[in-house]
Nanobody, 116 residues
Framework: QVQLAESGGGLVQAGGSLRLSCEAS????????MGWFRQAPGKEREFVGT??????YYADSVKDRFTISRDSAKNTLYLQMNSLKPEDTAVYYC???????????WGQGTQVIVSS
């Protein structure tokens, strides 16, 4: 059974940094595509970025502030978040293996709160 487990969320002041981790388990080979989404209170879940075939793609709202990296040996995906803003406050979800345009697997989410 595939599982994605996020960690690293918390409370940080505006301008600060956090690094989220997503450990994948339950599969003997790495996912081709993994990524991050987030959902702020009262808003729909939105795309943050993906890592696919060694390339990364980001939403305009986080470009140049967030960086996705991957450690295939540990089956772990990371999201380095710098220069955080209050509007980055959300539950951040790890996702893997896209099918028909949407992720097939989701983590439970980790809360990030950025105070002003």
């Amino acid at each position: 059974q595939v599982q994605l487990a996020e960690s690293g969320g918390g409370l940080v002041q505006a301008g600060g940094s956090l690094r989220l981790s997503c450990e994948a388990s339950g599969r003997s080979f790495a996912f081709y595509t993994m990524g991050w989404f987030r959902q702020a209170p009262g808003k729909e879940r939105e795309f943050v970025g993906t890592c696919r075939d060694g390339k990364t793609y980001y939403a305009d709202s986080v470009k140049d502030r967030f960086t996705i990296s991957r450690d295939s040996a540990k089956n772990t995906l990371y999201l380095q978040m710098n220069s955080l803003k209050p509007e980055d406050t959300a539950v951040y979800y790890c996702a893997a293996e896209w099918s028909q345009g949407s992720p097939k697997y989701w983590g439970q989410g980790t809360q990030v709160i950025v105070s002003s």
